[in-house]
């Protein structure tokens, strides 16, 4: 039976509105009232109905999909799929939202939170950090993962500092970067976000201040969150971060960049801002989280050299990782840091996981030891630099009139300014009705509205190229009801 709802969720409450329609649903379905077989009206029905945004029912869709008690089929629509919901409902439940809603780890924002659940499904993924699926070096890995199976013995756990061997292989690959650094100055890591953590847990003193670029991948975490830290904006030019304008304070501060291709506007920073960086620093005894995540992948030329190489009073902390060159599913990555700060972070990574992934870690070993890994790297620059003239090919082609953007010599990102008569979150949900996904560039920063951070590293471009023709086409119907 098609199910008639005559309900409306309600703006004025607390609770935000996917939730009021999450626990709508689930109580029509333990009452009894709505039974397995019954169909949903189509999402677009519901969002009308509802007077809400699609993504906002998706979200609350989503988490019914992860009940188990709705499904969908091709051809069939949304379905009530099971009420298994009603056993617990003999007694009264427990209610979940006062933890929740506590704890110390603040939620992401709902435009991130809408983005990770869509970013699953069958979308068009204009945003997506990572490399595409056909770019994923099967021959290197397997051939690592076949010499891992071979010599292997046991998957017990590792030390917390990581596999020494695989410490030994990343000293050796960042010295093509002139670091200098000894197993002993390395921990491996789940990834950089994961490295992000143990700082703020492990070296962070409560409402300590973070600066970092006004415009910046860190605006889109809450990582710092457990220990009360403030985040702070700093302007930046072509050049790099503004670092001069950071107050004299006694109390606890530290500057995060990302010095090459920054994530979102692609930007490097010079040889000469790092180096007046360095001095400053070092007056100042400024702690400097510096980021490499997409420091191998130039275009044509290389970066600057990183600060960590630069850095002759232990200033830095250097955070690398595997998921931006290689395979984000290894979930490793690796803090570079004096020895008394990679003791105090391994013990403190102990308490928390035991240690990266065996498997993972003895694979990516094998992986920078291989003679073919240069070559792979060479490749995929050069994939990357052809992605990247096609993507702007696109827009250039689609896009001149609606917007403006920097040709990026590296990374993953073009960073695209829209004219200020077309409204960025309009265009964010009108694309979600039109199975496009993009990274409105709010979610950086408040001062970045106008703004959308593109990559051309995970879409196939041809698929790229019909995606931004379509994003031309909801611009002007947009303009054209403006009118």
């Known amino acids: 039976m098609k199910l008639t709802i005559n309900w409306q969720p309600d703006p004025t409450k607390k609770a935000p509105l996917y939730q009021q329609i999450t626990d709508y649903f689930l109580k029509q379905i333990t009452m009894g009232n709505w039974v397995v077989g019954d169909q949903l009206p189509n999402q677009r029905h519901l969002a009308r109905q509802f007077n809400i945004n699609r993504s906002t029912l998706a979200t609350a869709t989503a988490m019914l999909h992860s009940y188990g008690v709705i499904s969908a089929t091709t051809g069939g629509g949304t379905k009530i799929s099971s009420n298994t919901w009603s056993l617990l409902m003999s007694q009264p439940a427990l209610n979940w939202h006062n933890y929740t809603s506590s704890g110390q780890f603040v939620p992401n924002q709902p435009t991130i939170q809408t983005i990770n659940q869509l970013e699953t499904t069958d979308f068009t993924r204009l945003s997506t950090g990572e490399l595409a699926p056909s770019l994923f070096p099967k021959r290197l890995m397997r051939q690592a993962l076949t010499t891992v199976t071979a010599e292997l013995n046991s998957l017990n756990y590792l030390p917390p500092e990581g596999l020494y061997e695989l410490r030994v292989a990343l000293a050796d690959y960042l010295k093509q970067w002139q670091i200098k650094a000894n197993p002993e100055n390395i921990l491996v890591t789940s990834g950089s976000l994961q490295a992000l953590q143990l700082i703020s847990v492990g070296l962070l003193t409560h409402g300590a201040t973070i600066f970092t670029e006004k415009v910046s991948y860190l605006n889109s975490l809450e990582v710092f969150q457990s220990v009360k830290s403030h985040l702070v904006g700093l302007p930046f030019d072509n050049e790099g971060v503004a670092f001069w304008q950071i107050p004299q304070s006694n109390a606890q501060q530290l500057l995060y960049t990302i010095p090459s291709y920054q994530n979102p506007t692609g930007l490097v920073m010079s040889l000469k801002r790092r180096q007046d960086l360095l001095a400053f620093a070092a007056k100042r005894h400024l702690p400097i989280i510096e980021d490499s995540a997409y420091q191998d992948l130039w275009f044509t030329k290389q970066p600057p050299l990183p600060l960590k190489s630069l850095d002759t009073h232990q200033t830095v902390l250097y955070l690398g990782t595997a998921s931006k060159f290689l395979a ?156």
């Not at 040709?407 to 039109?434: C, D, M, R």
């Not at 920063?445 to 790229?464: C, D, K």
């Not at 931004?468 to 054209?480: E, V």
């Open 328 to 483: 984000p599913g290894l979930r490793l990555g690796w803090i570079v840091g004096p020895q008394a700060i990679i003791r105090r972070l391994s013990d403190v990574k102990m308490q928390t996981d035991y240690g990266a992934s065996s498997l993972a870690q003895l694979t990516l070993t094998k992986v920078l030891q291989s003679s073919a890994f240069p070559t792979y790297l060479d490749d995929i620059r050069e994939q990357l630099k052809q992605r990247c003239l096609l993507a702007l090919t696109a827009l250039q082609d689609y896009l001149t009139p609606y917007a403006t953007w920097r040709k990026p010599t590296g990374g993953f990102y073009i960073w695209l300014q829209l004219n200020a008569e077309i409204s960025v979150n309009k265009l964010f949900h009108q694309a979600i009705g039109s199975k496009i996904l993009f990274n409105p560039g709010k979610v950086y920063g408040n001062q970045a509205t106008q703004m959308i951070r593109l990559s051309f590293a995970y879409t196939e471009p041809i698929i790229f190229r019909k995606a931004i023709c379509q994003l031309q086409q909801l611009i002007k119907q947009q303009l054209a009801t403006t009118d």
